[in-house]
């Protein structure tokens, strides 16, 4: 199973150009507004990209230049939506069997009923949308999808509408379902923690462009972007120059740093995770000045500047356990695996 | 008592609506989807009826299907005549209490979530299917609203169905043509049952609405 798309649409003052190939379940991260949703909505034939073309397993649903554009419903690409998009006017079980095309009445019922009770429906078949958790809204769509054996299946941002203490539950009910699915899973989303537990491959989308993809677990280890390293979560960014394959000058802490690895030339920011930094036995490590403590649920978050750090420069975020003494730190560093080194793009 | 212009005006008035209905359906439906520009002018050119004094509406309605005018001609020579006869107050009515279905149909479909019919694609149902089974079930308040309204607009119409049709009190007499027919004539009593007959028929439609409202909002309100 494997897919592939290269599409370009002009939406004005937006543009979209993403190319992707991959295969599982691939995550498109990226910031609201960077054209995930509407990646997603051209390999469902819901909007009409301007050129390229849209593969599924060999497949052409869309080729601009062969003229082929396959209406959405020829297309048998699952398309869960961020509200659902359950019918109000049709009940749990209504909804589901609408996505099953069988003409024998006795073979759609019983698929329908083993539907049902695989997505433990059971107890709200007869309810309408309206009367059922989001939870239950949710499994009901899955079920209204796959029941239709789709070749493929979009999921946009499937947990947004859900309260906080709910997501990692259905987090987890989702990975368990996509793990028995066969087809590719596109799924888009903003929050990272989802693309890490839920896909083998990301593709980080930034302001209409696909950045980078590659494994998951890679990616979070090593985004090599800018926008893949603030997606990530990455707190600590800035701008550096290059001065020879081992010198790096970081412009805002005043500070050169003498690396092992090779770095390229067109390397121009590092990043350092919040986390990474310790106050000890570390290599770059330097007197600092606390600015503010702020407390988190379970971390402090501590805002500091090295000495010597321009003014007007950014603050420098620390996140440690709070059982951790906070109130004598005077010096915080990093070892040279904890810096990313990122393009700008 | 002459009972004509009763029945005459309810059956005026259901046909009218029942046309509107449709027709402001399926224009709502189109005009939505046009490009900006166009759906501007048509929105205007479909509004007009409402804001146009009856009588304009009704003597547009003359030079259309007059039979001194060339299509009504043509209609009169295969023997539909609609100038003068009760069913030309169909399309009187029709004519003036169009804008109220189409403006309520507009406003339900704006409120009306369009992923469902992009849902509903991606599922591989049929556009007719969705159109029908989905837009149509889930936009029933605003119809039924609009069909009321419609109707009642129809039912109350009077300038441009008395240039259209005139007033033959057998023939084709609506309430609204009576009413001023007979306090023309110094008939007040006439005048004045008729007028009771109209506000009686008005104010149940009203109730009508208002308590399928009511009853709609009770059933969204009960959760299980």
């Known amino acids: ?345 | 008592m002459n009972l004509f212009p009763l029945f005459n005006s309810l059956r005026i008035a259901f046909f009218a609506s029942i046309i509107v209905f449709f027709l402001g359906l399926l224009l709502a439906y189109y005009v939505r989807k046009c490009p900006r520009i166009i759906k501007g002018i048509l929105d205007v050119i479909l509004m007009l009826p409402l804001v146009l004094p009856p009588t304009v509406c009704g003597y547009l309605l003359i030079l259309l299907v007059g039979p001194k005018h060339p299509f009504g001609a043509f209609l009169d020579t295969i023997g539909i005549r609609f100038f003068m006869d009760w069913k030309g107050g169909i399309i009187a009515a029709a004519f003036v209490s169009f804008p109220l279905m189409y403006r309520t149909v507009r406003g339900a479909l704006e409120n009306f979530d369009e992923d469902l019919v992009f849902a509903g694609r991606t599922l591989g149902l049929s556009n007719t299917y969705i159109f029908w089974r989905i837009i149509v079930p889930n936009i029933k308040n605003g119809l039924i609203a609009g069909f009321v309204l419609a109707f009642a607009r129809a039912l109350g119409e009077y300038g441009a169905t008395s240039m259209l049709i005139g007033y033959n009190q057998y023939k084709t007499a609506t309430i609204s043509t009576t009413v001023a027919y007979a306090f023309n004539n110094n008939d007040g009593q006439t005048a004045l049952i008729w007028t009771l007959f109209n506000i009686i028929i008005s104010a149940l439609i009203l109730v009508i609405l208002n308590l399928y409202e009511n009853n709609n909002r009770m059933k969204q309100g009960a959760k299980l």
């Open chain 1, 1 to 345: 199973m494997s897919f592939s798309l290269k599409i370009h649409k002009d939406f004005g003052s937006f543009q979209l150009n993403v190319d992707i190939s991959s295969s599982g379940t691939l995550a498109l991260l990226g910031p609201s507004g960077s054209g995930k949703s509407l990646t997603l909505k051209c390999i469902a034939g819901i909007i009409k990209p301007d050129s390229g073309y849209i593969e599924v397993n060999g497949r052409v649903l869309f080729d601009s230049e062969k003229r082929i554009n396959l209406p959405p419903q020829e297309r048998n690409v699952g398309y869960m939506f961020q509200s659902y998009a359950l019918f109000p006017n049709m009940n749990v079980y209504q909804n589901i069997a609408l996505g099953y095309k069988e003409k024998d009445k006795e073979i759609k019922k019983q698929k329908v009923v083993d539907m049902i009770n695989l997505f433990q429906l059971e107890k709200v078949s007869n309810l309408y949308p309206k009367q059922i958790s989001g939870g239950e809204a949710q499994r009901t769509a899955l079920a209204r999808i796959l029941i239709g054996n789709p070749e493929m299946i979009l999921l946009d941002e499937p947990f947004s509408a859900l309260d906080e203490h709910l997501r990692t539950k259905l987090e987890l009910e989702m990975k368990q379902i996509l793990s028995t699915y066969q087809g590719d899973v596109v799924l888009v989303t903003h929050n990272r923690d989802e693309a890490y537990l839920l896909s083998g491959n990301t593709c980080i989308i930034s302001h209409g462009e696909n950045v980078v993809i590659d494994k998951t677990k890679e990616l979070f280890k090593n985004p090599r972007y800018l926008s893949a390293a603030i997606i990530s979560g990455c707190k600590n960014i800035y701008p550096i120059e290059v001065i020879d394959e081992h010198n790096i000058f970081i412009t805002d802490f005043n500070k050169k740093l003498t690396l092992k690895q090779k770095v390229d030339s067109d390397i121009s920011y590092i990043g350092i995770r919040a986390h990474a930094l310790k106050e000890d036995n570390k290599t770059f490590i330097y007197p600092i000045n606390i600015k503010d403590i702020e407390e988190e649920p379970f971390e402090y978050l501590i805002r500091f500047k090295y000495e010597g750090q321009k003014e007007d420069s950014e603050d420098i975020y620390y996140r440690t356990r709070k059982d951790k003494k906070i109130t004598n730190i005077t010096q915080l560093g990093f070892d040279e695996e904890d810096i990313l080194l990122l393009k700008d793009k």
